[in-house]
């Protein structure tokens, strides 16, 4: 081949490339954002409000559940000496409106206490 030939031969692809490129779809797309998924559903206020009180040897604990479900509240003690045991009182139901005094005691001293909630279903 020549070189006359060969440039007529590369301006001939160069056009057949340039054709192939306006023949092509040229409309561009935005891209849509997924669909946001609806927001969570605010969870219900669930609990009874404790608060508790330590005097020498003796726990007391008053629970006042504020909302339409009912609570299962339950008071730990930790007792600080080893030989003393720790007790975990038996769960109470709390229901709407109502106040519960729940009261435990170590034989000498108390460490810690607390107070668990668990749903009523």
């Given amino acids: ?34 669909d946001a998924p609806p927001p969570a ?4 206020p669930f609990g009874a409000a404790c608060r508790t009180s330590v005097q020498g040897s003796h726990v007391t604990a008053y629970c ?9 509240v339950r008071l730990h003690t930790d007792c600080a000496n ?4 720790d007790a975990d009182a038996a769960p109470v139901e709390v229901g709407p409106g109502q106040t519960v005094r729940l009261t435990d005691r170590c034989w000498k001293d108390v460490r810690a206490v607390w107070v668990t ?3 009523v279903t």
């Fill in 1 to 34: 081949m020549r070189v006359g030939q060969r440039r007529a031969l590369a301006l001939l692809f160069v056009l057949l490339a340039a054709a192939a490129g306006l023949a092509a779809p040229s409309v561009v797309r935005a891209a849509t954002a997924p």
């Fill in 41 to 44: 559903a605010k969870p219900e």
């Fill in 64 to 72: 006042h559940n504020p909302y339409p479900d009912a609570d299962r």
């Fill in 82 to 85: 080893w030989w003393d045991l």
């Fill in 117 to 119: 909630h668990q749903k």
